[in-house]
């Protein structure tokens, strides 16, 4: 696993990643990425969303706090990205929680090409239809086993899914891998996985295989978070370290780890 290599190279490159992400986080996804090297813009309107997206190196969806005319301008966005071959990124936010937003994710896998869908368990479940107690945003319990929703999300959209956790799992339906690293502290702050997102947008931008560049993000965003919480114990100041880790992750931080490739 060449983690630090791509991190390495997506610094180098800083993508331009552009968010329409949600009205809670989109402060902190944009810190976030500055922090780690890339280069965030937040744009919404129908007007501009479609020449931004095509140059962008990434487009993020997040539905987090969506609305119609949001919604209508993401498949702006994502119909110009698609036609530019620039990839995107879908975090489909709390998708159990209203027929709306279920609808709503529907039109966007069936109308855009998506690179990485990228949500926590009950989100995820959702998605593959599977008996799951999300809980609002958060991912909730349930039972069915989380590396084989990964494997079939990502078959049934051709795309790559990553589902986050105490144990994150990544799949294109052909490969699977675990990645252990994160700290609980990260459950606390809110707009974790809207950030990693928009970190696994900055790194499939600046790499051609998505599956090891969604896995490379997950590795060095986990280490980010165990560091962060080494130095504080408690969310406020938690938030804070965690900026300050992913600036500061480089190539020391290789045997920290804990992650595994299976086959399947
Ligand atoms: N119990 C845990 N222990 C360690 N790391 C965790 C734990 N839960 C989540 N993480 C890590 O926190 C990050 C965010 O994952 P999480 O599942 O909380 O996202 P999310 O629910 O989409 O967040 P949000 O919607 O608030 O942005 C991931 O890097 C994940 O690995
Ligand atoms: C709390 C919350 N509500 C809608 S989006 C969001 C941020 C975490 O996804
Ligand atoms: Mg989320």
New binding site residues.
């Given amino acids: 696993m060449k983690s630090f290599e791509q991190l390495r190279r997506m610094k180098q490159q800083s993508p331009l990643v552009h968010n329409m992400t949600?009205?809670?986080?989109a402060n902190h996804v944009a810190n976030g990425l500055l922090a780690i090297g890339a280069s965030p813009i937040m744009a919404y309107a129908k007007e501009e969303v479609g020449p931004i997206a095509s140059l962008a190196s990434c487009l993020v969806l997040n539905i987090?706090?969506i609305t119609t005319p949001i919604f209508e301008a993401m498949l702006i966005a994502g119909h110009a990205a698609n036609e530019k071959g620039v990839p995107i990124v879908l975090d489909p936010?709390?998708v159990g929680v209203s027929r709306y937003r279920q609808k709503l994710v529907k039109t966007l896998l069936a109308e855009l090409k998506i690179s990485l869908i990228r949500g926590n368990a009950g989100e995820i479940a959702q998605l593959a239809k599977v008996p799951w107690q999300a809980h609002?945003?958060d991912s909730g319990t349930g039972q069915y086993s989380m590396k084989k929703m990964a494997q079939e999300v990502a078959l049934a959209n051709q795309s790559v899914v990553a589902i986050s956790g105490e144990r994150d799992w990544i799949s294109d339906g052909k490969r699977l891998a675990s990645v252990d690293n994160g700290h609980q502290l990260m459950t606390r702050v809110?707009?974790m996985?809207?950030l990693l997102s928009g970190v696994c947008g900055a790194f499939i931008a600046s790499h051609q295989d998505l599956f090891e560049s969604t896995l490379a993000a997950h590795i060095t965003y986990g280490i980010a978070g165990e560091k962060a919480a080494m130095a504080s114990p408690f969310p406020g100041s938690f938030k804070e370290q965690f900026m300050d880790q992913l600036f500061l992750l480089n190539e020391g931080d290789q045997q920290r780890i804990k992650a595994s490739e299976e086959k399947i």
Avoid: A, R, S
């Avoid at 949600?22 to 986080?25: A, G, L, P, R, T």
């Fill in positions: 949600n009205q809670v986080v987090g706090t936010v709390g609002g945003v809110t707009g996985g809207c």
